[in-house]
């Protein structure tokens, strides 16, 4: 079975920390994604990746950054964190060749 | 723009009733389809998908979908509710790149 695996299952942190949200998956999947999650809004794509060192911006890209130094794992940062941050994040990773994302447990982040 | 619509943020059922989640997407060209669960506190886990082929599609814990190019819908359907089938529930089209609609939480009455 893929595994996608994320560092954190719930963090708090404090406006203007920087922060490191990171996403693991065991398949060789080429394309890994970060997508945050708000009520009444679905899930919205923040970044991607399709190889290693390569990253495209998704929807809402802005106070993020992410990177991608080694296949499995796919990192999202928060370079200064806000309050309107706050939400759940979901990494999520594929093979080229298939449509269907698997989806790691997700981060719930809460910044104060 | 692509775009998906789920008809309805919450859906409350008895247990034993029919379940139908509706989702309708915006385009000419059919996409590949899906449907995903959430439970509380976790991550998206894949129900079912249309990618070619039947429009009847069978998914994990009796539920199953049907696309309909005419109406550009992919409803969800599930016969009988089961107190465990409490969750959240998102379409999502592949159009080259993802969408998902806004979701649909079941909840399920004794």
């Known amino acids: 079975d893929v595994k996608v695996t994320q560092s954190s299952r719930y963090l708090v942190k404090r406006t203007g920390e920087k922060v490191f949200l990171e996403c693991v998956q065991d398949?060789?999947?080429?394309?890994m994604f970060w997508y945050r999650q708000d009520p009444g809004l679905g899930l919205r794509l923040i970044y991607f990746s399709y190889d290693v060192k390569m990253k495209e911006k998704g929807d809402i890209p802005e106070g993020y950054s992410v990177s991608r130094e080694k296949k499995e794992r796919f990192s999202l940062i928060l370079e200064s964190a806000s309050t309107n941050q706050t939400s759940m994040y979901l990494c999520?990773?594929?093979?080229?060749?298939?449509?269907?994302?698997?989806f790691g447990p997700g981060t719930r982040l809460t910044v104060l | 723009a692509q775009s998906v619509t789920q008809l309805g943020s919450h859906v409350s059922v008895s247990e034993g009733a029919l379940v139908l989640l509706r989702c309708n997407y915006s385009s000419s060209v059919p996409p590949y389809l899906f449907w995903y669960v959430q439970y509380p506190n976790q991550g998206l886990q894949l129900l079912l998908k249309y990618t070619t082929g039947a429009t009847l599609v069978k998914g994990i814990n009796g539920f199953e979908a049907e696309f309909k190019k005419s109406e550009t819908s992919f409803h969800l359907t599930k016969p009988s509710a089961h107190m465990s089938d409490a969750a959240e529930y998102f379409c999502a089209v592949d159009f080259n790149k993802f969408y998902f609609g806004s979701g649909t939480k079941l909840n399920v009455k004794p």
């Open positions: 999520a990773s594929k093979t080229s060749g298939s449509r269907e994302q698997f």
């Open positions: 398949m060789d999947h080429e394309n």
